[in-house]
């Protein structure tokens, strides 16, 4: 028997088994769902009312601050050095403006892939899931709910019974 | 195009099938063979750059061709073609993501990874050019003790942040695609040390449903950012030369010809990748006759354009009524480099014309050939634009020629070496199709076919 415990894995033979499933366990109340699979679902996210994500914000963030400090720093440099080219304005926005439309999409794209990574919690090594014998299968062609075990209503035994009933080809216990 | 795509991939197989055989081409090599001849040629080409760039840093750039007037030779006419080739890579998988042409999934991966170091091997070039390169970190703002900045109203400036944006916007992007396929790889790999490697670089992704949401919000968003970026750079690009006031360069027809050139060079390179890669580790199943149908069309379409940049440059020079710019269209037509004008046509659009037919579209050794002819062709278009416009100068006294040196061709073919070790290594290591997306496709074209 285990001490602590994650979670019970359900396992599906199709997206569709996946969501019908994840839809149920929502109605019968359960809020502590995550669902595994191959490549993205469409609905699931609102199936388990996955709050909408938030990496817009930093890419909005991230290609303002980029913009601003390309501006910053080439009228710095053009204010520290002043060079007459010809008479042609120091600070001449338009020769400004390809550094500050490069920089804008630099800082803005990776602020957007590092806070994807972060409110992943990734990179990590490990994870309780990957104990489970057919998890593997996740990034194959099978497809997963998980129940934790903080949900109020997990009880080992019922909710693998409902988890059973729901459809799935076979349910595992694992451990945290 | 998008409706097309319905069932562009055989519904006649699994995901699960897919996954085996994209995962088990690098975990369990099939063509070990021919990898190995294919890396010892490109090693030999590699060892050849090396020796030139050896040979370049102890002489200087007179080993080279160069002289006054055409000071800018085979290395910016090699970083253009480069550049150009990458630019593909990127319009594929971004342009075409957004745009929901769900064909591209079989081609985005080695479309991108082919941008990746068609990028690098441009960005050798221009700081090879340097003459002393080691003071490359000039052009970075850094508080000098000469109390010197970099001059940011000069397009050279502006060059090293678009390449090196782009560069690591590409890398950034093409990890980000991985992601879920180096798991894919991690899950399937039975031998410890493929565990390792793909455990590492898979970043531990589970595929969890929210985080899934959160990286389509930035996969796509990125693709967003990338297009236009793709654009700016080729743009920023052909500033290098329209913002001196050289005849021949000194037009606003040059940053969207210089685009459309860099996208019909690029897709050309794909097709001869997609072709070579499908028939040497047997992808017939993903890229499909019908996926080569496709890229034929776009090729055909880019190709077309770009012979409008052609047509509008030599309108742009009679239009102008320039002494100095009609003696340079004469001499790109009628001139000593009159060869590099009429060997780019012929390459270019002659072959081309084939591709109006569907069955020629659809024969892999024939949009090879005509893809090849293409790449030979946007090599003869830069080497033209280079060359023809500076060769006779404003200063009649000045006029000369170039002509290239040995160290000129062993630096370019070298270059092809820089380019192919890498892709090697990575067809060797990652799966080289995106296993995700196709079998997110291949649902979706299942489930249409069940009603």
Request: proline content about 5%; charged content about 15%.
């Amino acid at each position: 028997m285990v001490e602590r415990v994650y979670g019970l894995l359900a396992e599906f033979d199709s997206p569709e088994a996946l969501t019908a499933a994840a839809r149920k366990a929502r109605d019968a109340g359960y809020r502590r769902l995550d669902a595994f699979t191959p490549f993205p679902v469409e609905g699931l996210a609102r199936i388990l009312r996955l709050p909408r994500p938030t990496i817009s914000w930093a890419g909005l963030i991230g290609g303002f601050s980029g913009g601003g400090f390309a501006l910053l720093m080439q009228c710095y440099t053009n204010y520290d050095f002043p060079l007459n080219v010809g008479g042609r304005p120091l600070y001449a926005l338009s020769a400004f403006a390809v550094v500050m439309f490069e920089l804008t999409i630099l800082f803005s794209a990776l602020s957007m892939i590092i806070a994807m990574l972060w409110q992943n919690g990734l990179p990590r090594l490990n994870y309780p899931l990957f104990a489970a014998k057919r998890f593997h299968l996740a990034s194959k062609d099978r497809f997963f709910l998980c129940i934790g075990a903080e949900d109020e209503k997990y009880d080992e035994e019922q909710t693998s019974a409902f988890l059973q009933q729901a459809g799935a080809s076979s349910v595992e216990l694992v451990p945290q | 195009m998008s409706d097309r795509s319905a069932d562009i991939l055989p519904v006649r197989q699994s995901m699960g099938g897919i996954s085996d055989q994209l995962t088990g081409i690098p975990l369990h090599f099939p063509v070990e063979r021919r990898w190995l001849i294919a890396m010892l040629f490109a090693s030999l080409l590699l060892l050849m750059l090396m020796v030139s760039v050896v040979v370049l840093f102890a002489e200087g750039v007179g080993i080279w061709g160069i002289n006054i007037p055409v000071n800018w030779a085979f290395a910016i006419h090699n970083y253009v073609w480069w550049l150009g080739i990458g630019h593909a890579g990127t319009l594929i998988s971004a342009l075409l993501l957004l745009t929901q042409s769900e064909w591209r999934n079989s081609l985005n991966r080695f479309a991108e990874t082919m941008t990746l170091f068609a990028v690098v091997c441009a960005g050798i070039y221009p700081v090879l050019h340097l003459g002393r390169p080691w003071y490359i970190y000039w052009m970075f703002p850094y508080p000098a003790t000469m109390d010197v900045w970099p001059q940011f109203r000069s397009p050279l400036e502006w060059d090293i942040w678009a390449v090196l944006t782009y560069l690591t916007v590409s890398f950034a992007f093409w990890y980000t695609g991985l992601i879920p396929d180096l798991a894919a790889a991690r899950d399937r790999a039975t031998k410890r040390s493929w565990q390792i490697f793909f455990g590492i670089t898979s970043l531990g992704w589970r595929g969890s449903a929210a985080h899934w949401q959160r990286w389509s919000q930035a996969y796509r968003l990125t693709a967003g950012l990338a297009v236009p970026l793709v654009v700016s750079v080729h743009s920023e690009v052909s500033l290098l030369f329209a913002s001196g006031q050289i005849p021949g360069w000194h037009s606003t027809i040059f940053p969207p010809y210089f685009v459309l050139g860099a996208a019909f060079s690029g897709f050309a390179v794909v097709s001869i990748i997609a072709v070579s890669l499908r028939s040497w580790f047997g992808l017939y199943n993903l890229v499909t006759d019908d996926h080569l149908d496709l890229l034929g069309m776009v090729l055909l379409a880019t190709g077309l354009m770009t012979a409008y940049g052609y047509v509008f440059e030599v309108f742009d020079a009679l239009y102008s009524g320039d002494a100095h710019e009609l003696q340079t269209l004469a001499d790109r037509l009628t001139g000593a480099y009159a060869w590099t004008y009429w060997g780019a046509i012929i390459f270019n659009f002659i072959p081309l014309q084939a591709l109006w037919w569907r069955e020629v579209r659809r024969t892999g050794w024939a949009l090879l050939l005509i893809s090849i002819a293409v790449a030979i062709g946007m090599w003869l278009e830069r080497y033209m634009i280079l060359v023809t416009s500076l060769y006779r100068d404003f200063l009649v006294s000045s006029w000369s020629k170039f002509t290239p040196t040995f160290w000129d061709w062993s630096t370019y073919f070298g270059t092809i070496g820089l380019f192919l070790v890498p892709f090697l290594i990575a067809i060797r290591v990652i799966p080289l199709i995106s296993i995700f997306e196709t079998e997110e496709l291949l649902h979706e074209e299942k489930e249409k076919t069940h009603g």
